[in-house]
Structures are given as structure tokens and as C-alpha cells.
């Protein structure tokens, strides 16, 4: 006797792709990335591993849109010493102990001098959090309020071992090419450090939607975005103003390995095609889910959906942005998300590039009255059956709604049938010689 288990595209099992997805993520979170710098490099060297990138290295300086690609920061070490030579905080134990893009340290303070640089969570006193400052200089520490709180008067050494220098912004992308040159856009901001959930496990998700694309000749072609937030995609896209208009659809991918329920953002457009389509998938696949109207806050859906470019961009993520007490904090860990909630996140994003791929207007070629499809052989001859019932309703309204006008997502919608099951009706249809595209 044999247990069915699930099948991905790839042949693979949902399991299988699940403790992939959780490696990649464990293999890049002990690296310290920011929106530049030698981690941004480690991190995209590593997911080209698992896709080819091309990569992009823009000069600190450099005008996009209204802003000025940064200088490029790197740190070596920092820590905070006590009297015995103890480091109290300690960067090689955690790369959130030191605040995104401080300045180099190099002082001996008292703690009441110490602490106006130093971050904590009182109501998460267990919990180090995560702090930046990119565009203003200062430095700072986080560290758990436990710690802090068990910190004598001092003196203590501080030390921070970084570099802040003209450099390079760097981002990654991939293409998987299609029958068309319209795009589908898939963006994942990679300048978080430690933070498994926010923004890795949305990283592993694409690389694999990637890997299963590659295999299924789309028609459309997908191009994934891995860049620092707001700055990596707003250089995308001063870079990329020629040609934004081949983007027809697209996702911004994050939080996307927690237990949560699935959240979709709608776009700036709020009924774009993306925004149809993923609702339909989220209502007919029976998952739990919420739908939320767009807002200019978030992720880097508000650089795609800014009014200028305005492209039909939504958002996937499970517990969206600061909505899990682990956001932006220590908690935000490998043990924080799972295999089965990155594999089911997958698996959402391949169905929705499923009614993508499948959306297509059809013109009915015997439309008055209805056509006798038993002797075309499409009715079955199992009556009764539900699933019978459901292909046959599907070919009723199909050939009712294929009027040049409906697309097959439309009528999904309008009969409340499952895309899959209308597709499958429609090439059936096809196949007997009643519809043409």
C-alpha cells in the first residue's frame, strides 16, 4: 500500500521543498546585510547559488529619482567591554547588537554616558531589537533589556569597527524568459540582518517560484528583484524607467514563512488583474486569509505603486509587517518559521501565476443556443458525480461568457468555480472545436 504525497511542478514534494526553502534561509541568516555592503554581496553570492543572478553595482553618488544611492558601510567587530574584559554586547554573538550603518567608536564611557546610544525592548526584556540609521550619522547598541538592566555604572569599553565610504549599492536579479517580453515582477528586499521571517523566508520562496518557472515554458516573462528596501527598488526603477511599462503584473514577497494566515496587499490600482487573481486563489483554495486595501506603508509595493509608475504591484506576505511580536527583533529566528508555511506561501504563488498564465479571452463558435456537447463526447457519462457536476457547470459557462469580452478569470469569478476547473473546460472546448482565443 503507498501514501499519496503532494507533488510540486518540479516533481518534488511539498516536504522536500519546505527543508530546502528553511536551509537557504539558516545558511543566510548569520550574515550582517544592509541596504550596502560586503553582507548585501555574501547574501546575493549565495542565492546565486540557487538561481543565476545578474548583478548590479551602483557608485555611491549616484542620482535615483529623488534620492542619492548612500555610501556603502561595512563593520569588522563592536563590542562593549566591562572592567573585567567581558563583552557585555557582543556583535559576533548577534549582528542586531549594532545599529545598521553606525559610525566607528572607539571610547572609554560610563554607562550613564553609554546609555543614550543603547536600544532595548522593555516589554520584551528577553529580546534584542533591531535598529537603523542610514541617512543620519550616529551609532548605536541594542541589546535585551535583561541585559541592560544587569549593567553596573562602568567604566566600559566601546568599540565599533566599521567603515562608512563611497562605494555600491548592489542588487540582484534573475529572469526566467517567456513567449512574451511582458514581465511579471517578483521583488524581495535582501538588506535585513538577522531577521529569518522578514526578509529570508521571503527570499527562499522566490528563489524556488524561480526554479519551478524555469521548468513550465510561461508565456510571460518573470523577472525576480533582490535589492535593499525603498533604495534598491527605487534604483530599479530609475534605472529601469524605459521599460517598466512591459510590467503587467508583479508581487512584493515578505514575511512569508511564519505561522500566520496568508495576507495579500492589494495594489495602488486595487482591481488590477494581480490583485483579481490572487484573490481567487486565496478564496477558492479555502486557505485562510485576509484582504486589505493598498496604503502608501510597507514594503516595496509603495515604490512600484508610487502615482508616476502606479504598476499593478501587490503585496504576499502571512502576519504582514509589524504584526508578529518577533518583528524587527531576536525572536525573528530560523526556529521562528517553518518548512510547511514557506511550502504552502510556494504553492500560493505558483496558483496565482497559474491564473496568469491561464487568463485568456475565448469567442464561443456556436453561440445560439446551446451546443450538444454529449455528442462531442465532454459530457460524462458518470452522472451524479460532484466533480463531474462542477466540469460540466464549467463548460456551461464558459460557453456562455466567451463573448470576446470575459476573460477566464472573470468567469471564475462570476460562476464560482475554480480557475484550474474553468481552464480545463475552456481547453476542452477549444479542443472540440466550439471556442477560439
Given at each position: 500500500?503507498?501514501?499519496?504525497?503532494?507533488?510540486?511542478?518540479?516533481?518534488?514534494?511539498?516536504?522536500?521543498?519546505?527543508?530546502?526553502?528553511?536551509?537557504?534561509?539558516?545558511?543566510?541568516?548569520?550574515?550582517?546585510?544592509?541596504?550596502?555592503?560586503?553582507?548585501l554581496r555574501r547574501t546575493l553570492e549565495i542565492v546565486s547559488g540557487e538561481i543565476p543572478l545578474e548583478i548590479s553595482e551602483v557608485p555611491t553618488g549616484t542620482e535615483v529619482l529623488d534620492w542619492t544611492v548612500p555610501r556603502e558601510w561595512n563593520v569588522r567587530d563592536a563590542y562593549v567591554k566591562d572592567a573585567s574584559g567581558d563583552r557585555v554586547i557582543d556583535f559576533a554573538a548577534s549582528n542586531l547588537h549594532v545599529v545598521g550603518y553606525s559610525v566607528p567608536v572607539s571610547a572609554t564611557m560610563t554607562l550613564d554616558e553609554l546609555r543614550g546610544h543603547l536600544h532595548t525592548l522593555p516589554d520584551q526584556p528577553d529580546l534584542i531589537p533591531y535598529r537603523t540609521s542610514y541617512y543620519a550619522e550616529t551609532w548605536g547598541f541594542c541589546l535585551r533589556e535583561n541585559t541592560l538592566a544587569a549593567m553596573g555604572p562602568g567604566p566600559y569599553e566601546v568599540v565599533i569597527d566599521s567603515t562608512l565610504a563611497d562605494g555600491h549599492l548592489t542588487y540582484g536579479e534573475h529572469v526566467v524568459p517567456g513567449r512574451s517580453t511582458d514581465e511579471v515582477i517578483i521583488s524581495c528586499h535582501v538588506c535585513h540582518?538577522?531577521?529569518?521571517?522578514?526578509?529570508?523566508?521571503?527570499?527562499?520562496?522566490?528563489?524556488?517560484?524561480?526554479?519551478?518557472?524555469?521548468?513550465?515554458?510561461?508565456?510571460?516573462?518573470?523577472?525576480?528583484?533582490?535589492?535593499?528596501?525603498?533604495?534598491?527598488?527605487?534604483?530599479?526603477?530609475?534605472?529601469?524607467?524605459?521599460?517598466?511599462?512591459?510590467?503587467?503584473?508583479?508581487?512584493?514577497?515578505?514575511?512569508?514563512g511564519d505561522s500566520g494566515a496568508l495576507t495579500y496587499k492589494r495594489s495602488r490600482r486595487a482591481d488590477a488583474e494581480i490583485d483579481r487573481a490572487v484573490r481567487h486563489v486565496l478564496r477558492s483554495s479555502g486557505r485562510e486569509h485576509t484582504v486589505v486595501d493598498f496604503s502608501p506603508y510597507g514594503y516595496d509595493e509603495?515604490?512600484?505603486?508610487?502615482?508616476?509608475?502606479?504598476?499593478?504591484?501587490?503585496?504576499?506576505?502571512?502576519?504582514?509587517?509589524?504584526?508578529?511580536?518577533?518583528?524587527?527583533?531576536?525572536?525573528?529566528?530560523?526556529?521562528?518559521?517553518?518548512?510547511?508555511?514557506?511550502?504552502?506561501?510556494?504553492?500560493?504563488?505558483?496558483?496565482?501565476?497559474?491564473?496568469?498564465?491561464g487568463n485568456r479571452r475565448y469567442l464561443n463558435l456556436s453561440p445560439y443556443g446551446e451546443p450538444q456537447l454529449g455528442r462531442r463526447g465532454l459530457y460524462g457519462s458518470l452522472g451524479g458525480r460532484s466533480d463531474t457536476k462542477q466540469t460540466q457547470m464549467a463548460m456551461l459557462w464558459v460557453l456562455n461568457l466567451s463573448d470576446g469580452e470575459h476573460t477566464l478569470l472573470d468567469i471564475a469569478e462570476q460562476s464560482n468555480l475554480p480557475f484550474a476547473t474553468v481552464a480545463e473546460a475552456a481547453q476542452a472546448l477549444r479542443g472540440a472545436g466550439l471556442l477560439k482565443e
Open positions: 500500500m503507498t501514501t499519496d504525497v503532494p507533488q510540486t511542478a518540479a516533481g518534488e514534494s511539498r516536504e522536500t521543498e519546505g527543508r530546502e526553502m528553511h536551509a537557504l534561509v539558516e545558511r543566510l541568516y548569520p550574515l550582517c546585510r544592509s541596504i550596502t555592503g560586503d553582507g540582518p538577522s531577521l529569518a521571517n522578514d526578509n529570508l523566508a521571503g527570499v527562499a520562496v522566490a528563489t524556488r517560484l524561480a526554479r519551478r518557472l524555469a521548468r513550465s515554458d510561461p508565456h510571460y516573462t518573470y523577472r525576480f528583484v533582490f535589492a535593499p528596501g525603498t533604495i534598491g527598488a527605487i534604483t530599479w526603477l530609475a534605472r529601469n524607467r524605459e521599460r517598466v511599462e512591459r510590467v503587467k503584473h508583479g508581487l512584493v514577497l515578505a514575511c512569508a509603495r515604490q512600484y505603486c508610487s502615482p508616476g509608475f502606479n504598476l499593478p504591484v501587490g503585496s504576499l506576505t502571512r502576519t504582514p509587517y509589524a504584526g508578529y511580536p518577533e518583528y524587527h527583533t531576536s525572536g525573528d529566528n530560523p526556529d521562528f518559521v517553518s518548512p510547511e508555511a514557506m511550502a504552502d506561501t510556494l504553492e500560493t504563488c505558483w496558483e496565482v501565476t497559474r491564473v496568469l498564465e
